[in-house]
């Protein structure tokens, strides 16, 4: 099925920026007002840069940074009224902590790979994962995350350090990363002293 860019935005009839957060939210906005559904994934493909972004646009020299996510994904949220079920970045370095906070308000969910990785290597087989929501339409924002770091294990070739995290726990990881750092620095203080 092909979906005319004018439906979407009636602006839109060339290429368009993909690295722009108005492309996404338009997009995602299309997609929850003409296909209702109790859950919403999205996959963004491209490039990954950590705490830089992802979705980077030759064409227009420009990407989606993770100040532009979270603006987006809040604005969606907004308009769906809750959080997003879950993003799957099919990128490099996108399964880190500063994605995770700007998005755990408005996101349940992200799956993303650790390390730079050659894409060629892995392709999510977009069958498999369509076939796994018609079969088991009811399946639960935790446990399709799930399915795709399986489906990610069985595609690829080596291995790979893909995760999934609830995004409702960042704000636990943060307090235990802060309370190390202060036990650590307790530590420093005491051995500078000795």
């Not at 109790?38 to 992802?54: E, F, S």
Request: charged share 15%; with cysteine.
């Amino acid at each position: 099925m092909y979906i005319y860019l004018s439906s979407i935005n009636p602006s839109w009839n060339v290429e368009l920026n993909m690295g722009n957060p108005d492309t996404l939210y338009y997009v995602l906005k299309y997609c929850i007002d003409n296909y209702p559904s109790d859950h919403y994934w999205v996959i963004l493909d491209n490039h990954g840069g950590a705490y830089n972004g992802v979705c980077w646009d030759d064409s227009w020299g420009d990407h989606l940074s993770i100040g532009d996510l979270k603006t987006t994904f809040s604005s969606i949220a907004s308009y769906l009224g809750r959080k997003f079920d879950g993003i799957y970045f099919h990128a490099c370095l996108m399964s880190n902590l500063e994605g995770a906070v700007q998005l755990s308000p408005y996101v349940g969910y992200i799956v993303g790979f650790e390390p730079s990785v050659t894409m060629g290597e892995f392709n999510l087989d977009n069958d498999v994962v369509v076939n796994t929501l018609v079969t088991n339409p009811s399946i639960s924002p935790r446990d399709f995350a799930i399915e795709l770091i399986n489906q990610a294990f069985i595609s690829e070739m080596g291995d790979t350090l893909i995760a999934a995290v609830k995004l409702s726990i960042t704000q636990d990881l943060i307090d235990d990363i802060d309370n190390l750092a202060t036990q650590l620095m307790k530590i420093l203080i005491f051995m500078e002293k000795k």
